[in-house]
């Protein structure tokens, strides 16, 4: 006798190869045309389903989980980050979350390497000169940028992205120096030969280059206040590949504007996807449309990490990346 398949329902479209293997393996409904859901949609589908598979598109909170069905079992979503997951109020209904921790990281931490490196050398602004018509032949100080060599980078957040970065980052001749919650292990802080701040504000005041490595979570959000944006030098860089709402976005538009700040590297907003219009004006920022994750290889391995989570679920064993409120 065949075994029943979970009805699995996915929120967005993903990529070919995985889309595949899951209508192999559980009875899913995909979303062909990629349109995000509504509240209402959203809820219909938790409603019908034993799995959910949703995307940072989705947003699940308390009141979309009251409203799910008694047939919801599992919410196995498709990324790493579960800030749009009310994880706290999806346990206590007795719902189980996973994400896909890892498989990001080097994608992650190649992009905010990249930014770092396009800021400080005015890359977009030398593309746009290009695409203008507006090169006209070299000049000895035209389109000056600043070396990254023998600079100090500080990174906020030292978890698998933040150390992946900070190891791109020696081999561009950067000075290691980080905020987290605790230090890293000894031997990792002595391979990179990182320097620990347990106060942020000490160590912003210090930094060529800020990176935002950490998640979003209710204690880091706007992590980087107006008050503590003022700490940062006028000729550092900051750059953000995490989650907007870290950063006051506000703020830090008006002081680069200003010229307080020298510059940003932003792949990610505060109002996402809306942009603050101050950012769209400035000459000194490179922004991205949220696409640090964006390779072939880490959307495939993501969905795989997805269905093993489902596939161990279905056999009555405990996923092995549940997301539990003690972790967040």
């Not at 209508?23 to 938790?46: Q, V």
């Not at 050398?121 to 000895?140: K, L, N, T």
């Not at 940003?264 to 920022?285: M, S």
């Amino acid at each position: 006798m065949a075994v029943r398949k979970p009805k699995v329902v996915v929120t967005r479209k993903l990529p070919d190869p995985v889309e595949t293997r899951m209508r192999e393996l559980f009875d899913t409904e995909l979303n062909i045309e990629d349109a995000p859901m509504s509240g209402a949609a959203l809820a219909e589908a938790m409603g019908r389903a034993d799995v959910l598979v949703p995307t940072i598109t989705d947003r699940i909170d308390q009141k979309v989980i009251a409203a799910a069905g008694e047939r919801l079992k599992l919410i196995a979503n498709f990324g790493a980050g579960v800030d749009h997951i009310d994880v706290t109020a999806a346990t206590e209904r007795g719902l189980t979350v996973t994400n896909t921790p890892g498989v990001l990281t080097d994608d992650t931490a190649d992009l905010t390497m990249g930014l770092i490196m396009a800021v400080s050398r005015r890359v977009v602004e030398g593309a746009e000169v290009i695409r203008d018509g507006g090169f006209h032949g070299w000049s000895p100080t035209w389109m000056l940028g600043r070396r990254i060599g023998g600079k100090r980078l500080g990174i906020i957040g030292m978890g698998r992205i933040g150390q992946a970065l900070a190891r791109r980052a020696r081999a561009f001749g950067l000075s290691i120096h980080y905020h987290n919650r605790k230090p890293v292990p000894a031997r990792i802080a002595e391979e990179l030969e990182a320097t620990y701040w347990e106060s942020l504000d000490q160590m912003l005041a210090r930094m060529d280059f800020i990176s935002v490595n950490c998640p979003h979570t209710p204690a880091t959000y706007h992590l980087l206040s107006a008050r503590r944006l003022k700490l940062i030098r006028p000729h550092a860089i900051l750059i953000n590949t995490a989650r907007g709402e870290i950063i006051d976005e506000g703020s830090l538009a008006t002081m680069l504007q200003a010229g307080e700040i020298a510059g940003a590297g932003l792949d990610v907003f505060e109002h996402e996807p809306a942009v603050n219009p101050k950012l769209l004006k400035l000459p000194n920022v490179v922004l991205l449309p949220h696409m640090s994750s964006a390779t072939i290889e880490g959307r495939v391995d993501m969905g795989e990490k997805v269905i093993v989570n489902i596939r161990t679920w279905m056999d009555g064993h405990k996923p092995p990346d549940r997301v539990i409120p003690s972790m967040l």
